[in-house]
């Protein structure tokens, strides 16, 4: 059984600050993604990483994906309010279609 | 932006009774899934289906679980005789592609809470 652990499981933090968080795996993935998800509604994907060691941007949010393929980080610069949420690392599978979650991170942006 | 549409959005049911969740998946999407996520768990897989047929499933997927698509444009999960631990999110969600590519990603709904009392 494949298991993704993500840590910190929560976070708060000023505004303005920087933050990582992490996705760490014993199994190899095919690819990850992250999720942002909102209180009461499904999970919305940030983006997908396929390639060990690929780096991807998005705004101010930078995912990377282990050169092992086995973790993952999103970094955040300059936090801003609007970031708080929960995020989700999940990985794909080398053959199939089941995404594994991790728990999440709970992040706190305060003004 | 394309949506995939969760009815109804809460569903309370008694133990033992019957529930079909529905989805509405994007239009052009070909592979369907339901994951569940049971309050303050992890999201889970339950199954994935493609061509009318489930191409996977979870251990959670038992007997109990079945899925259809009875037309073109809805794709349903139906728990026959509901359990306490039942109690969830159900997501349902849709791709283009199957598994996880580069520039692909799933779509998930909204959700539908199920409360089995």
């Known amino acids: 059984t494949q298991l993704l652990e993500q840590s910190p499981q929560f976070l708060s933090i000023q505004e303005g600050e920087n933050l990582t968080v992490y996705c760490n795996s014993s199994s190899v993935f095919s690819s990850l993604q992250w999720y942002r998800q909102e209180p009461g509604e499904g999970p919305v994907l940030l983006v997908t990483?396929?390639?060990?060691?690929e780096v991807k941007k998005l705004k101010r949010l930078t995912f990377q994906f282990g050169d092992a393929r086995k973790d993952s980080s999103l970094h955040i610069t300059a936090a801003q309010p609007g970031d708080t949420g929960l995020y989700l690392c999940a990985g794909g599978p080398h053959a199939g279609n089941m995404l594994t979650f991790g728990g999440g991170t709970r992040l706190m942006v305060k003004p | 932006e394309p949506e995939v549409t969760q009815t109804p959005s809460h569903q309370v049911t008694q133990m033992g009774q019957e529930v079909i969740l529905r989805c509405v998946p994007i239009?052009?999407?070909?592979?369907f899934y339901w994951y569940r996520q049971i309050l303050g768990q992890k999201v889970e897989f339950l199954v994935s289906f493609y061509n009318n047929e489930i191409s996977e499933k979870s251990e959670i997927f038992d007997d109990q679980f079945s899925v259809e698509r009875p037309d073109g444009s809805n794709f349903t999960l139906k728990i026959r005789s509901t359990k306490l631990e039942d109690s969830a999110m159900y997501f349902c969600a849709s791709s283009v592609v199957a598994g996880v590519r580069a520039n692909y990603g799933y779509t998930f709904g909204s959700g539908t809470r199920l409360t089995v009392v």
């Open positions: 990483v396929v390639t060990g060691g």
């Open positions: 239009s052009n999407h070909l592979y």
